[in-house]
């Protein structure tokens, strides 16, 4: 008998099952109730008493390790039937739910770039840390002069600081290129200032510039007026106010038909019928100059745009800090194909 159990043991653990049926009939022919233990506890009682005890251990290995096996074969099997459950169609289209989109600043900077690229302007890129000359005095900002003051700025250094509008990229731009230059300069700026719904102290812009031969404010208006309606509608129509900028002579602040109520008078425009999207004007000769373009050959002309300023009239945003928080229920809500 004991070279009986000593056999199912062995046959039992070099056991192996393709399919869960083999499991199965492992468990008959072990544990079932007419299967091998059954038997071989019937005939315990003709083992001699003194190998009793021996033969009894020899049995209770015999089910703990049919069991085990079962379990260990079974487990197997279930993982591989995972596995089927699982089954990837690649074919499959995929599900949007988790796409991603685009941020609105970005779609409204792609949309303004497109605009300009169409009327001939190319992109023109600088350094956000900006030494003195570029960020201010090429642009006729005199050193100590208050109009600096306009622009409350985060310095690095007595030389170097964060630049506080892109007009810097457009200096240099202006010192290594001969006109024509058409450009625009997109990018980052940083402005100490406060943070609150208005303001921030980091934003973006996009500034143009445009220089040639015979370059006249009308040129300017024509331009704008084109942007405006192409921005947002075509119904638009713009307004000049004069303004002051050190690096333009003479300046004017831009106002768009109120897109909310066209003009009529309403919360968002404050009953003026009109709001204000950039700043722009005749390069001064002397930032010409400075740049080592004839003045008394060629004109230009220069704007300035925030970005944020254009998204929240586009999108009727309120709290422009919305843009930095990047809130993805916020951010989902804007699609785009730019
Ligand atoms: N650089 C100005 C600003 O940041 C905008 C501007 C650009 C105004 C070009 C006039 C001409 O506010």
Redesign the pocket.
């Known amino acids: 008998m004991k070279e009986r159990i000593e056999q199912l043991l062995e046959e039992v653990s070099a056991y192996k099952a393709s399919k869960l049926d083999e499991v199965e009939q492992l468990r008959i022919k072990i544990l079932g109730k007419k299967g091998e233990l059954k038997e071989l506890f019937s005939s315990f009682k003709t083992v001699a008493s003194d190998q009793k005890k021996e033969v009894g251990l020899l049995l209770n290995k015999l089910r703990n390790k049919t069991e085990e096996k079962i379990v260990e074969l079974t487990s197997s099997f279930a993982q591989k039937e995972d596995d089927g459950d699982s089954f990837l169609d690649l074919s499959l289209p995929i599900s949007d739910d988790n796409l991603g989109s685009r941020h609105p600043l970005s779609i409204v900077k792609n949309e303004i770039i497109d605009i300009f690229s169409r009327i001939g302007y190319s992109i023109s890129e600088g350094p956000e840390i900006e030494d003195d000359w570029h960020n201010f005095s090429a642009l006729n900002f005199p050193k100590e002069h208050p109009a600096r003051d ?2 409350d700025t985060f310095f690095i250094d007595k030389e170097n600081a964060l630049r ?4 810097s990229v457009q200096v240099r731009v202006m010192e290594n290129s001969t006109p024509p230059i058409r450009t625009i300069s997109p990018g980052r ?1 940083f402005r100490n200032e406060s943070i609150s719904a208005r303001a921030h102290c980091i934003f973006h ?1 996009v ?3 445009y220089i040639d031969k015979n370059v006249s404010f009308a040129d300017l208006k024509q331009t704008l007026l084109y942007f405006a309606k192409e921005m947002f509608g075509d119904k638009t129509e713009i307004r000049l106010r004069p303004s002051y ?1 050190p ?2 002579e003479p ?1 004017a602040e831009v106002d768009v038909s109120c897109i909310i109520c066209s003009g009529k008078g309403c919360n968002v425009c404050k009953h003026t019928g009109f709001l204000e999207i ?4 005749m390069v001064d000769p002397n930032v010409l100059e400075n740049c080592g373009i004839d003045s008394k050959v060629y004109t230009g002309f ?4 925030g970005v944020e300023r254009i998204a929240m009239l586009k999108y009727q945003i309120n709290d422009l800090r919305m843009f930095f928080e990047n809130d993805v229920r916020f951010l989902n809500q804007f699609k785009s194909t730019i």
Request: with cysteine; charged share 5%; glycine share 18%.
């Open positions: 306009m622009q506080t509008h892109t007009s700026v812009q500034e143009g510039l900028f690096f333009t300046s950039l700043g722009c004007g220069a704007f300035g745009m």
